[in-house]
């Protein structure tokens, strides 16, 4: 069984950085494209970031420029740097990935149970 597990979120004020970590674990064969999306209350869930694994990434543009997705390969790992917050940011932050099980099966997608990040003076 895959599970992906978020830390880092949290209470910050205006301008102020958290990062967010997710780890994949269980039986993983090769992990492709990793994400980040948050929710708002009474909003969409929405994509925030996104990595391949080749590296490129993405970025919705109410963030670029403040934040920055990265991943570590090895521990199946992928991280979000948020820098200048602000109270828009204010969110449950997912962790969403496609992961093949199996050379012989095609990826499949699996979600975080989601970290809460207040952006609050």
């Known amino acids: 069984q895959v599970q992906l597990v978020e830390s880092g979120g949290g209470l910050v004020q205006p301008g102020g950085s958290l990062r967010l970590s997710c780890a994949a674990s269980?039986?993983?064969?090769?992990?492709?494209?990793m994400d980040w999306y948050r929710q708002a209350p009474g909003k969409q869930r929405e994509l925030v970031a996104t990595?391949?694994?080749?590296?490129?990434?993405v970025y919705a543009d109410s963030v670029k420029g403040r934040f920055t997705i990265s991943r570590d390969t090895a521990k199946n790992t992928v991280y979000l740097q948020m820098d200048t917050l602000n109270p828009g940011d204010t969110a449950v932050y997912y962790c969403?990935?496609?992961?093949?099980?199996?050379?012989?099966?095609?990826?499949?997608?699996?979600w975080g149970q989601g970290t809460q990040v207040t952006v609050s003076s």
């Open positions: 969403h990935a496609q992961i093949q099980l199996s050379p012989l099966r095609w990826p499949s997608a699996y």
């Open positions: 269980g039986s993983i064969f090769s992990i492709n494209v």
């Open positions: 990595i391949t694994s080749g590296g490129s990434t």
